[in-house]
Structure formats: C-alpha cells, structure tokens
C-alpha cells in the first residue's frame, strides 16, 4: 500500500517553461488536493477536486491547472513557470474533507 | 487575513516535559480543528482532530484542547520525547464542506 505518491521529488525550471507534477493514491480516496508551501509559511490549498471530472480552485490557484480523469491520479499543471513558483509542493488525499494523507511533496526551483 | 494563526514559530522542551502548542482563529464558522506533524523532507501527517461540539480529545500523549469562546486551540504532548521534534500545523474547516486552513506551524524541538 504505497499511500500517496508523487514525481517528481526534486526539479528545476527556466523561467517560462511548463510541467506536470504527478500525483497518484491507491487508497480510493474521493478527495484530492495540491498545495504550496513556501518557507516559513503554512500550507496553502492550489486546488482540490471532490471525485473524478471535478475541480476547483483553492486560495492561490493563479499560474496552476488541473484535471482529474480518473479517481487515482490527480496532475498539476504549469504552463509558463515563474520564479514565484518556487516552493514545495504537496498532494493529499482524503475520504472525506478532513485527515488527508500527503504525499512526500516535490520541490520545485524557477530560476 | 490569516483565519488561522500560530503566534509562536518555535518551541523548545526538555524531554519529559509538556509541550503546548498554541492556534488561535479568526472565523466562528470553523467547527472542526486538526492538528498535523511534519518532518523535514515529509509530508505532513495527521495527529489528533477535534470537533467544535467537544472541548477535549484524546490519544495516548497527545491532547487537544478547544476553547470556543477564546477562539483558541492547544495542543498538549506529555511527555515529550525526541521523536516529537516536528513542525507542527493547525488546521480548520467549516461543516465538513469546505477545505482545510491551515496556520504556519510551530516547529517543536524536544531536548534529550
């Protein structure tokens, strides 16, 4: 039983370039969600998805997209990244809206 | 506007001591509260919850602590061993309906 997992851990992007931040659980969660968190900060929810075919957006979701075609996987989007973009990043799942189970998170450098 | 806050960035205990950890919030809405741990390089991991109709839970070391009226949580760790050395985060959420807020975490040091 893996839990939650995510590639990748570790990445660096030019200013400008896109990528997918994989997130996949096998405990038949409904809910899924990504979040940022940035130094000294808490967590801040990027966006969140109720069960297949549904998204939407948490408190930062500006520069993020998502989809969610399947109950198990649930990928993050960035199309032109900016250094802003930089911090870690965290998938969670959840049966219901509360105790998520997060992911290992994938640190991300825009420079 | 921060919703939910953690007042105090660090905390150092000695083992075998209590540790409290404190969260106030902003929104009376908020009916149900989680507290979770974080080890460097991990994700966060859930520790103990409680729901706005109790003003106490339980489980082993760990207990949380809701006032109301203060709009104020704590968590208690007795005792305190080197293993609890963590950042820890509170969290709130409105009838089950919404996502968790999280507040910025306290990072606990526990002292051999």
């Known amino acids: 039983n893996a839990g939650v997992t995510q590639t990748p851990k570790f990445r660096i992007l030019k200013i400008g370039q896109s990528m997918t931040l994989q997130c996949t659980q096998d405990?038949?969660?409904?809910?899924m969600y990504w979040y940022r968190q940035d130094p000294g900060m808490g967590l801040k929810l990027i966006y969140y998805?109720?069960?297949?075919?549904?998204?939407d957006k948490g408190e930062v979701p500006n520069g993020y997209n998502v989809s969610r075609s399947t109950t198990e996987d649930f990928p993050l989007r960035l199309e032109l990244a900016a250094p802003s973009q930089t911090s870690v990043y965290f998938c969670?799942?959840?049966?219901?809206?509360?105790?998520?189970?997060f992911g290992p998170g994938t640190r991300l450098t825009v420079t | 506007d921060q919703q939910v806050k953690q007042n105090s960035p660090s905390l150092s205990v000695q083992e075998g001591r209590i540790s409290i950890l404190n969260c106030d919030y902003t929104n009376s809405m908020f009916d149900y509260f989680l507290w979770y741990k974080k080890y460097p390089a991990e994700g966060p991991t859930f520790l103990i919850s409680?729901?706005?109709?109790?003003d106490k839970n339980e489980d082993g070391r760990f207990t949380v602590f809701l006032n109301k009226s203060a709009k104020h949580l704590s968590l208690h760790i007795v005792p305190s061993q080197p293993g609890d050395s963590a950042v820890y985060f509170c969290a709130a959420s409105v009838g089950g309906n919404t996502p968790l807020v999280f507040g910025k975490g306290t990072r606990l040091s526990v002292i051999a």
């Open positions: 998805s109720v069960g297949a075919g549904i998204t």
């Open positions: 405990m038949n969660h409904n809910y």
């Open positions: 969670a799942s959840s049966p219901r809206l509360y105790e998520q189970y």
């Open positions: 409680i729901s706005s109709i109790k």
